[in-house]
């Protein structure tokens, strides 16, 4: 799968997990491409539910229920990491 691959489990006591609406918000997976806007057509296209964020970025549910947000392959992402390049942005709305 490559080094720049990574699969996070975490685990909270009984009642502070997330409510459903609160999951819906919630990112554990993204798509990276290299034409953003072709494959965001093709992916609303698709019929899946789209998830309005105050982000750029475009946010769907799969079919499945999983969450995604769709980024370019050479996209920063560091505002988002809140490592090494982003701290500065941690806890701050989007610009």
Same mark, same amino acid.
């Given at each position: 799968?490559?080094?720049?691959?990574?699969? %996070? *489990?975490?685990?909270?006591?009984?009642? +502070?997990?997330?409510?459903?609406?609160? &999951?819906?918000?919630?990112?554990?997976?993204? @798509?990276?491409?290299?034409?953003?806007?072709?494959?965001?057509?093709?992916?609303? %296209? *698709?019929?899946?539910?789209?998830?309005? +964020?105050?982000?750029?970025?475009?946010? &769907?549910?799969?079919?499945?229920?999983?969450? @995604?947000?769709?980024?370019?392959?050479?996209?920063?992402?560091?505002?988002?990491?809140?490592?090494?390049?982003?701290?500065?942005? +941690?806890?701050?709305?989007?610009?």
């Amino acid at each position: 799968m490559g080094g720049n691959f990574y699969i %996070a *489990f975490l685990y909270e006591n009984e009642g +502070v997990a997330l409510d459903e609406s609160g &999951f819906l918000k919630a990112i554990y997976l993204e @798509l990276k491409t290299d034409n953003v806007e072709e494959m965001r057509q093709k992916i609303v %296209a *698709f019929g899946v539910n789209v998830i309005e +964020v105050p982000d750029p970025h475009l946010y &769907f549910q799969a079919p499945g229920g999983q969450v @995604l947000r769709l980024v370019g392959i050479n996209e920063d992402l560091s505002k988002y990491e809140g490592t090494g390049h982003g701290e500065q942005f +941690v806890g701050r709305a989007f610009e």
